[in-house]
């Protein structure tokens, strides 16, 4: 069954510092995997896309890491900003299929 | 990058009242529009897809009578509630993917911002 989990479930941190957000998929066969930003109440913006031979992969502050060996994936922050609040949603996409596989979000809190 | 707009972003209805929400593509033709739903604090269920000028293809468990999509166009699908009720009170998010840009295949999706149906 193709599935993404991601760790942690929430996140709180103080502004200014960094973190990492991880997404393990089965996925088969893989396509791509995205790393989105939703922020409450709005619809996902895509921060990066990686294929198979990609392993990393950087958006300004936001840093995304493939590991295809493994099925897994983080998302590094650094430099956290109070505007960082929100839900990162791991996403995979299946090879050949037009549905998309999500992870059920990462819940970030910046704290000044 | 490429642009979906979605509208209304919060609509209040009765009880009874059907509801649309329309999903279009900005910038770029949309061969295949998704729309999801969300609950809070979880993440996106896909409800149903659409093709342009075609059925659309629902998820196991979606009414297709409740929610009934139209992909008239390759820059607008809707998708309306028909008779709503409370539960039907979500977050509902469309997407759009994008078919051919210059000869290359596109299989990315955009999302929209999103609209809140509110039942009372």
């Known amino acids: 069954k193709n599935q993404v989990e991601q760790s942690p479930q929430s996140l709180i941190i103080l502004e200014g510092k960094n973190c990492t957000l991880q997404?393990?998929?089965?996925?088969?066969?893989?396509?791509?995997l995205r790393w989105y930003k939703q922020d409450t109440g709005r619809g996902p913006v895509s921060l990066t896309i990686m294929t198979f031979s990609e392993n990393t992969k950087s958006n300004g502050r936001y840093t995304a890491t493939l590991d295809a060996d493994t099925k897994q994936s983080s998302l590094h922050i650094t430099a956290s900003q109070l505007s960082d609040s929100a839900s990162y949603i791991c996403v995979v996409s299946v090879q050949g299929a037009q549905k998309l596989v999500f992870g059920q979000g990462t819940r970030l809190t910046i704290n000044p | 990058g490429a642009v979906v707009s979605q509208h209304p972003s919060r609509v209040i209805c009765k009880s009874g009242t059907s509801v649309k929400i329309e999903c279009r593509s900005l910038?770029?033709?949309?061969?295949?529009m998704f729309w999801y739903r969300q609950f809070p604090k979880q993440s996106l269920m896909l409800m149903a897809t659409?093709?342009?000028?075609?059925?659309?293809?629902?998820e196991q468990g979606v009414e297709k009578d409740k929610f009934l999509i139209n992909h008239a166009s390759l820059t607008l699908s809707t998708l309306t509630v028909t008779s709503a009720h409370p539960e039907d009170s979500s977050f509902y998010i469309c997407?759009?993917?994008?078919?051919?840009?210059?000869?290359?295949?596109?299989?990315?999706?955009?999302f929209g911002a999103g609209t809140r149906l509110s039942v009372l």
């Open positions: 997404c393990n998929y089965t996925v088969s066969p893989f396509s791509n």
């Open positions: 910038d770029f033709q949309a061969t295949t």
């Open positions: 659409s093709n342009e000028g075609s059925k659309a293809t629902y």
């Open positions: 997407s759009a993917k994008q078919g051919l840009a210059g000869g290359v295949a596109k299989n990315i999706q955009y």
